[in-house]
């Protein structure tokens, strides 16, 4: 054979084996496009970033959502899926848990109370605290949330303050409400109790004008029947006690101020003897009265020393706190009065927006107190050394007391926490996986997980950058039910319109 030709056979050997490899090739292809995988009546997030509370971001994550469950989460670039899947491209976005609100009030103003579901989902808040109120009527918010779970957010409910004689929350007036009930004796508390737990409450609330003997069995009772405690530390108590007896949370911080003070033995006498000289008196007025006499004096007394006791105590025994810092520090800071806040004002009911916008007018006239101010550091500090020590923290807000709007008013309370010195991580934490693992429900809820519950939030920008970009919600999901923004803000106009 001739050089040349057999040159060409071998360059015609080369290009028909180029041919059958290009060709087996193109089989393998297409046979593994037949194999990508569908999932049936799902919605596949791809390329979206994932906030995990306790991990931080992930970027360019696929997450598919069947029915109410997250059934996969994993990195787009190893997940190719069939083009016959729903598909929503999550670039520029950023998935995380629902928020909750630890500490709500339904009762607090019931005719706002209809509203309250609609302002939390559309301010992306899927689950609530409820943490005090008249027992029928939180129970009739609950019992329509479990019926229709994906428009309403999840509700816990505490039914009303359990307080000791003469109550705060007696329904006096506008201020205090029939929030409490009362008891002037063991007998008598048990029996309460022992309603609510028939009730099939969540947790159980205990009020300030509770005796220590009152307090124990309340503990005791709520043990038994495998409920936290949480509420006020009452007057007659320091807080070391109440939280060695089982409280497994603090609301305000309220009381606090006290045993964190280098005369708090004297202080708890002094209380002492005004709850005796005032036991005939209405009880929201004697609460005042020693909060007046006491709370300066306890915070100009505050002792390092003291202070890192009380929160040897609460690390110890896991007492949580949910410091409701825009609340307690709303007379000094004034969320309410800025222009960006009072927007949402739109979205309650007209008598409500009036009212309020009308005492707002009369709050902004008077100028915060040396005092006020000294309390602001004070909670501010405080709050910076229970995150330090490792006492978890819940974000709640007290809404709807003191102009805070429900829903809005939570991103309110993730700011301020910020500020206060939770990273905004943390703070994302307050609101997500703490409540959960409050209430036992953590592998089910608070992340973004294969086998959790799809209670989400997809945001427009990085909270964890600032955390005042979960306010730029995209599209709140409940219960697997996707809630875009042009569904939020019919939601909002429909309660502007009212
Ligand atoms: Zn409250």
Known sequence: MHISQRKRLSYLNIMMFRAILLSWTLLLVIGCKKDLPFFEDATCFTNISVIDPEHGLASDQTVIIKNNKIIKV???????????????????????????????????????????????????????????????FVKSYKDKSLQNPETSPRVMIAGPLLDGMPNVYDGSDASRPPLSVGSSNIEELTKNIKDLIEKDV?????????????????????????????????????????????????????????????????LLEQRKNLLYDGRNDQGGILRSRIHSAQRANAIENYSEKKADEVLDALYKNQTWQIPTLALSTGFTKRPFAKAEFQESFKYLPSSVEENWKNRITQTIKQSPTEFHHQYTDWMFKMVKKINDKGIGIMAGTDCPIFYLTPGR???????????????????IESATIRPA??????????????????????????????????????????????????????LLNDLDTK
């Open 202 to 266: 969540d947790l159980l609330k205990a009020y300030e004008m509770l005796t220590p003997e009152q307090f124990a069995v309340l503990n005791q009772l709520a043990q038994e029947n495998g409920l936290k405690v949480t509420g006020h530390v009452p007057l007659s108590m320091d807080v070391i006690t109440a939280s060695n007896l089982g409280m497994k949370s603090m609301e305000h911080m309220r009381n606090i101020e006290l045993s964190c003070a280098s005369n708090s033995t004297e």
């Open 74 to 136: 994993a990195d787009s670039n190893s997940l190719d899926l069939s083009p016959k899947n729903n598909m929503v491209d999550g670039t520029g976005q950023y998935m995380m848990p629902g928020l909750w609100d630890a500490h709500v009030h339904f009762a607090f103003m019931e005719e706002l109370a209809p509203s309250m579901f609609d302002l939390f989902l559309a301010y992306g808040i899927t689950s609530v605290r409820d943490t005090g109120g008249k027992i029928d």
């Open 409 to 427: 008013s939570l991103h309110e309370e993730l700011s301020v926490l910020v500020k206060a010195g939770l990273s905004p991580l943390e703070a």
């Open 437 to 490: 693992e409050y209430f036992g429900i953590e592998k089910e809820l608070g992340n973004v997980r294969e086998g959790m519950l799809a209670d989400l939030l997809i945001l427009d920008a990085n909270p964890i950058d600032d955390i005042n970009n979960t306010l730029k919600i995209n599209s709140v999901i409940r219960n697997g039910n996707l809630i875009n923004r042009a569904a939020l803000d019919k």
